[in-house]
C-alpha cells in the first residue's frame, strides 16, 4: 500500500483577507492532526525511507510523509511540533527566493516572510529534510530550457550550499508542470518530484493537501484509502466537490 504523503504550506492563523487560500494551518491543529496519525499507528517516514520504498515499491504499512512547500518563516513552528514527536518531513525551498518574501504569490495574498539560509539550517536540525521548489515560484509549465535549468540544477547546486547535502527529491510550485518540466528535473539528479493532483510516475507524484479550513473529520477523509479517487471526481465535477465539502464541513 503506498504511504500518504501530505502536503502543507504554512502554520499560524491569519485573517481570509490575508491568507484567501487557507495555506496557513494554525499550530495546534497541525499538533492535533499529527497526534491523531501517530495515535491510530500511523507511521513516519522520512525522505529517504520514502524513496527507498519507491525504488522496492513497497512501504511498511499505514506510513505516512510529511511534505512542506513554499518556505515560509512559520515553518519553523511546524519543524517544532516535528521534532517534540520525532516526526519527520520535507521542506522544499524555492532557492532563488532565501530570505525574501512572497511578493506576487501567491495571488491574493498578503507578502510573507520566507526562510533565510539560517532559518533553513534551523529545520535540518529539527529533522527535516530539504527539497527544491523551483527558482523562484514560477510555473514550470511552459518553461523555456535555460529556465527550466535554472529552476532543477542552479536550485539544487544553491541549497546544496546552504545545507552541505544535495536535495534529493523536487517539489513542483503551484503543482504545475509538463513533460519537459519533468524530464529536466530528472536531469538534474533528483530521485523523485511532486506534484498536487498529478500521477505521472515517480516525477510526477500526487500528494493530499491540507489546508487552514480543514475539520478532524475532513482531514481524516483526506487520511482515507479512497480520498485519491475522490480527488480524481471532484477535479473532473466541481459541484461535486463543493456539495462534498459543504457535507463534511469547514474551519473557521
Not at 485573517?15 to 487557507?22: C, E, I, L, Y
Not at 499529527?34 to 520514502?50: C, K
Not at 480524481?232 to 459541484?239: E, H
Request: hydrophobic residues 45%; charged residues 20%; glycine residues 10%.
Amino acid at each position: 500500500m503506498r504511504p500518504l504523503i501530505l502536503n502543507y504550506h504554512a502554520f499560524g492563523k491569519r485573517s481570509t483577507a490575508d491568507d484567501p487560500h487557507h495555506h496557513f494551518v494554525p499550530v495546534d491543529a497541525f499538533a492535533d492532526q499529527i497526534d491523531a496519525l501517530l495515535g491510530r499507528g500511523w507511521n513516519p517516514l522520512d525522505e529517504s525511507s520514502y524513496l527507498a520504498g519507491l525504488r522496492a515499491q513497497r512501504w511498511p504499512a499505514h506510513s505516512f510523509l510529511i511534505t512542506i512547500d513554499d518556505g515560509f518563516v512559520s515553518t519553523l513552528e511546524g519543524g517544532e511540533v516535528l521534532a517534540a514527536r520525532g516526526v519527520p518531513a520535507i521542506v522544499y525551498i524555492p532557492a532563488g527566493l532565501l530570505g525574501g518574501s512572497t511578493g506576487a504569490w501567491p495571488s491574493e495574498m498578503k507578502d510573507e516572510p520566507l526562510l533565510d539560509a539560517d532559518g533553513v539550517r534551523a529545520l535540518v536540525g529539527c529533522g527535516v529534510s530539504v527539497g527544491a521548489h523551483g527558482w523562484d515560484h514560477a510555473p514550470m509549465r511552459d518553461m523555456a530550457p535555460e529556465e527550466l535549468r535554472r529552476n532543477t540544477y542552479e536550485a539544487r547546486r544553491v541549497l546544496a550550499d546552504v545545507v552541505g547535502v544535495a536535495p534529493r527529491t523536487f517539489a513542483y510550485p503551484g503543482g504545475h508542470y509538463d513533460a519537459a518540466a519533468r524530464a529536466a528535473v530528472e536531469a538534474a539528479g533528483y530521485d523523485a518530484a511532486f506534484a498536487v493532483a498529478g500521477n505521472d510516475g515517480p516525477y510526477a507524484i500526487p500528494r493530499v493537501d491540507v489546508n487552514a479550513s480543514d475539520t478532524p473529520r475532513t482531514f481524516a477523509l483526506k487520511c482515507s484509502r479512497w480520498w485519491p479517487a475522490a480527488q480524481v471526481v471532484g477535479s473532473r465535477l466541481p459541484r461535486l466537490r463543493r456539495a462534498l465539502h459543504r457535507l463534511a464541513g469547514s474551519a473557521r
